[in-house]
């Protein structure tokens, strides 16, 4: 059974940090391409970050030098650190399987995704 369980959402203030994780089985994570994308509220679908099975990466120029996507194929996790978040940021953040996912349809395998909210 494929499984992305992303944890590390939460209430953080203006300006501070959070890292997501994303673990994954049921599938062969180290050579998988895979996005993080978010869903503010009464939005649509943004992709963040995308990274290869080599880590190279790609970042949207809205999270880009704020936003940092890794991975380690070991543990079979994919990571995001933000940083300087902004109210801006609040949404629900997703991983997903695939490169530069940005619809429902483009990604492979979903997670059910964790809220970060960004409020003082």
């Known amino acids: 059974e494929v499984q992305l369980v992303e944890s590390g959402g939460g209430l953080v203030q203006p300006g501070g940090s959070l890292r997501l994780s994303c673990v994954a089985s049921g599938f062969s994570f180290s050579s998988s391409p895979m996005t993080w994308v978010r869903q503010p509220p009464g939005k649509g679908l943004e992709c963040l970050s995308s990274?290869?099975?080599?880590?190279?990466?790609d970042h949207a120029d809205s999270v880009k030098g704020r936003f940092t996507i890794s991975r380690d194929n070991a543990k079979n996790t994919l990571y995001l650190q933000m940083n300087s978040l902004k109210p801006d940021d609040t949404a629900v953040y997703y991983c997903?399987?695939?490169?530069?996912?940005?619809?429902?349809?483009?990604?492979?395998?979903w997670g059910q995704g964790t809220q970060v909210t960004v409020s003082s």
């Open positions: 990274i290869t099975s080599v880590s190279n990466t």
């Open positions: 997903a399987k695939g490169w530069r996912v940005d619809s429902w349809s483009s990604g492979d395998y």
